[in-house]
Nanobody, 125 residues
Framework: QVQLVESGGGLVQAGGSLRLSCAAS????????MGWFRQAPGKEREFVAG????????YYADSVKGRFTISRDNAKNTVNLQMNSLKPEDTAVYYC??????????????????WGQGTQVTVSS
């Protein structure tokens, strides 16, 4: 089992940047592919970005491609999401999630076994 704790959310103006971090504890972090999801009020949770166990491959939702960058540090048990050129439509609660069976990045919510509590990101216009 792995425990996930997100941090780094906050309020930022449109065009600004934020860096989210997810700290993992428990079983070997490098055994998991990792993903970031988000959920805006009244909307379903959606995939944002993912990274495989080694960190050598990443995948992004079209809505964030070119603006967000996911990375991981297996020595520090962390996965990060650098968010640039933020837009009001990026406002959501952002969740970190761990996939213990996937060798590639998977976008389905049900593929992920462990979730953090979420961190709020608010982008003002």
């Amino acid at each position: 089992q792995v425990q996930l704790v997100e941090s780094g959310g906050g309020l930022v103006q449109a065009g600004g940047s934020l860096r989210l971090s997810c700290a993992a504890s428990g079983r070997t972090f490098s055994s998991y592919s990792m993903g970031w999801f988000r959920q805006a009020p009244g909307k379903e949770r959606e995939f944002v970005a993912g990274i495989i166990r080694s960190g050598r491959s990443t995948y992004y939702a079209d809505s964030v491609k070119g603006r967000f960058t996911i990375s991981r540090d297996n020595a520090k048990n962390t996965v990060n999401l650098q968010m640039n050129s933020l837009k009001p439509e990026d406002t959501a609660v952002y969740y970190c999630a761990a996939d213990q069976y996937g060798w590639a990045v998977r976008v389905r919510i049900t593929a992920y076994d462990y979730w953090g509590q979420g961190t709020q990101v608010t982008v003002s216009s």
